[in-house]
C-alpha cells in the first residue's frame, strides 16, 4: 500500500504529481499543498526573465546581458499559423471506472431511502426506473459540468472517488441516515478565485437548470401517474442537492462562490429557497 510523501498517511487512492512525480494522498495532491519543488520553479520562471531572476550574489557578481532574437509572432494569415485550440473533453478510463462507481453507489443509497424491502423493487419495476433515473440526474450532470467548467479555463479535471466519502455513501446504503458524497472532480492548474468559482458554480446551476425543466414538464403537461412522480420527486431532489452544496463552507461549492462573487452566491442562493418554498406548499404527487 503506497504512502502520501509529505504526510506519510497510507492511502488507497495515490495521485501523482505531474511536476515532482511524487505519491500524494488527496490533501496534498495539488503541487502548493505538498510544497512541490519543481512547481515552484516553474512558477518563478513567470514572473522572471533572464535578467531579473534573483542571483545570490548580487553585489559582487556582474551580470553580462545577452542579446536574444526576439521571437517571430506569425500573422493570422501566414500558413503555419494555427488557432489556439480548448482541451477536449475526454475520459481516461480511471474516470471511467471512478464516475460509473460513484453513480451506482448514489442509485443504491437512493433506491434504500424511497424502496425500503427488495420485494417493492420486483413489485414496482417501471418505478424503480424512474428512481433510477432521478438519481443518476442528481449527480452525474452535476460533476460533469464541474469537469467540463475546469477543462475550458485550461485546467485538468477527472472526477475520483474519494476514500472516506465513498466508504459513507456505502454505509448509507444499509442504515437510516443518508449521505452521498462518494467523491469529488479533481482540477489542477494554474487558476484563481474567479476560475475556482465558475467551475463551482457550474455544479449547482446544473441543478438548477433541470429542476427548472422538471417543473416547466410538470406544469404545462397533464402529466399522471408514475411520470408525474418522476418530475416531483427529481424536482425536488435538485433543489435539496443544488441548495446543500450552495452552502458557504469548504470544501462544497458554495464556499468557493462566495469569495469570488458574494451578491452572485446570494442571488443564486435564493432560487434555491424559492424553489424548496414552492415545492413545500403546492407541488403534490
Same mark, same amino acid.
Given at each position: 500500500?503506497?504512502?502520501?510523501?509529505?504526510?506519510?498517511?497510507?492511502?488507497?487512492?495515490?495521485?501523482?504529481?505531474?511536476?515532482?512525480?511524487?505519491?500524494?494522498?488527496?490533501?496534498?495532491?495539488?503541487?502548493?499543498?505538498?510544497?512541490?519543488?519543481?512547481?515552484?520553479?516553474?512558477?518563478?520562471?513567470?514572473?522572471?526573465?533572464?535578467?531579473?531572476?534573483?542571483?545570490?550574489?548580487?553585489?559582487?557578481?556582474?551580470?553580462?546581458?545577452?542579446?536574444?532574437?526576439?521571437?517571430?509572432?506569425?500573422?493570422?494569415?501566414?500558413?503555419?499559423?494555427?488557432?489556439?485550440?480548448?482541451?477536449?473533453?475526454?475520459?481516461?478510463?480511471?474516470?471511467?471506472?471512478?464516475?460509473?462507481?460513484?453513480?451506482?453507489?448514489?442509485?443504491?443509497?437512493?433506491?434504500?431511502?424511497?424502496?425500503?424491502?427488495?420485494?417493492?423493487?420486483?413489485?414496482?419495476?417501471?418505478?424503480?426506473?424512474?428512481?433510477?433515473?432521478?438519481?443518476?440526474?442528481?449527480?452525474?450532470?452535476?460533476?460533469?459540468?464541474? &469537469?467540463?467548467?475546469?477543462?475550458? #479555463?485550461?485546467?485538468?479535471?477527472?472526477?475520483?472517488?474519494?476514500?472516506?466519502?465513498?466508504?459513507?455513501?456505502?454505509?448509507?446504503?444499509?442504515?437510516?441516515?443518508?449521505?452521498?458524497?462518494?467523491?469529488?472532480?479533481?482540477?489542477?492548474?494554474?487558476?484563481? #478565485?474567479?476560475?475556482?468559482?465558475?467551475?463551482?458554480?457550474?455544479?449547482?446551476?446544473?441543478?438548477?437548470?433541470?429542476?427548472?425543466?422538471?417543473?416547466?414538464?410538470?406544469?404545462?403537461?397533464?402529466?399522471?401517474?408514475?411520470? &408525474?412522480?418522476?418530475?416531483?420527486?427529481?424536482?425536488?431532489?435538485?433543489?435539496?442537492?443544488?441548495?446543500?452544496?450552495?452552502?458557504?463552507?469548504?470544501?462544497?461549492?458554495?464556499?468557493?462562490?462566495?469569495?469570488? &462573487?458574494?451578491?452572485?452566491?446570494?442571488?443564486?442562493?435564493?432560487?434555491?429557497?424559492?424553489?424548496?418554498?414552492?415545492?413545500?406548499?403546492?407541488?403534490?404527487?
Amino acid at each position: 500500500m503506497p504512502y502520501c510523501q509529505y504526510c506519510g498517511k497510507e492511502i488507497y487512492l495515490p495521485f501523482r504529481c505531474k511536476y515532482c512525480g511524487g505519491i500524494f494522498c488527496s490533501e496534498h495532491r495539488l503541487p502548493e499543498n505538498h510544497e512541490c519543488p519543481e512547481f515552484k520553479k516553474g512558477e518563478l520562471s513567470k514572473h522572471f526573465t533572464f535578467e531579473e531572476q534573483p542571483s545570490e550574489d548580487i553585489e559582487t557578481e556582474e551580470v553580462y546581458e545577452i542579446p536574444v532574437k526576439p521571437r517571430r509572432t506569425l500573422e493570422p494569415w501566414h500558413p503555419k499559423f494555427e488557432i489556439p485550440r480548448k482541451p477536449r473533453h475526454v475520459f481516461t478510463k480511471t474516470e471511467i471506472i471512478h464516475l460509473t462507481i460513484g453513480t451506482l453507489l448514489v442509485v443504491l443509497v437512493g433506491l434504500s431511502y424511497f424502496f425500503r424491502t427488495p420485494n417493492i423493487l420486483a413489485k414496482y419495476p417501471l418505478l424503480t426506473l424512474a428512481f433510477t433515473l432521478i438519481f443518476i440526474l442528481i449527480f452525474l450532470p452535476h460533476e460533469l459540468a464541474h &469537469k467540463f467548467t475546469a477543462q475550458r #479555463y485550461g485546467l485538468l479535471a477527472e472526477f475520483r472517488l474519494l476514500e472516506w466519502g465513498a466508504i459513507i455513501t456505502l454505509i448509507s446504503i444499509f442504515s437510516p441516515f443518508k449521505l452521498i458524497a462518494p467523491g469529488a472532480v479533481i482540477i489542477s492548474g494554474s487558476h484563481d #478565485y474567479e476560475t475556482l468559482g465558475k467551475v463551482a458554480l457550474a455544479g449547482p446551476l446544473t441543478n438548477l437548470a433541470i429542476a427548472i425543466a422538471l417543473l416547466a414538464t410538470y406544469l404545462l403537461l397533464p402529466i399522471t401517474g408514475v411520470f &408525474k412522480v418522476f418530475l416531483v420527486i427529481g424536482f425536488e431532489l435538485n433543489v435539496i442537492l443544488g441548495l446543500f452544496n450552495m452552502l458557504p463552507m469548504p470544501p462544497l461549492d458554495g464556499s468557493k462562490i462566495i469569495r469570488w &462573487k458574494t451578491r452572485l452566491w446570494v442571488l443564486v442562493f435564493s432560487l434555491f429557497i424559492g424553489f424548496l418554498i414552492m415545492d413545500i406548499l403546492f407541488l403534490t404527487f
